[in-house]
């Protein structure tokens, strides 16, 4: 049984940073692409980053760019979101999310993924 299990959110004030951890169990790492999604209150689920197998590709949506770092370390089954520069707008609970590369086409499509964490709340005050 695959089992994602986020940490690392929290409540923290405008500039800040904050580092998420997805640790991963029940699934070889190496097979496996991954990716970090937020849903805002009253919004819809929307993608914040992926990350090839092997870590050597990586993709960021728009609004994250430049501030946030997504990384990896297979031999601990864990994958990491470095968040800096935190913006109120970046409140919400974060998602990570993987699947079996080869079965992942569109990595911006939170459909594509098979397997979810529960979520870890990020709070950035004004």
């Known amino acids: 049984q695959v089992q994602l299990v986020e940490s690392g959110g929290g409540l923290v004030q405008a500039g800040d940073s904050l580092r998420l951890s997805c640790t991963v169990s029940?699934?070889?790492?190496?097979?496996?692409?991954m990716g970090w999604f937020r849903q805002a209150p009253g919004k819809e689920r929307e993608f914040v980053s992926h990350i090839s197998r092997s870590g050597s590709n990586t993709y960021y949506a728009d609004s994250v760019k430049g501030r946030f770092t997504v990384s990896r370390d297979n031999a601990k089954n864990t994958m990491y979101l470095q968040m800096n520069s935190l913006k109120a707008e970046d409140t919400a609970v974060y998602y990570c999310a993987g699947g079996i590369w080869y079965m992942i086409s569109d990595y911006r499509n939170a459909m594509e993924y098979d397997d979810w964490g529960q979520g870890t709340q990020v709070t950035v005050s004004s």
């Open positions: 029940g699934r070889t790492l190496s097979m496996y692409d």
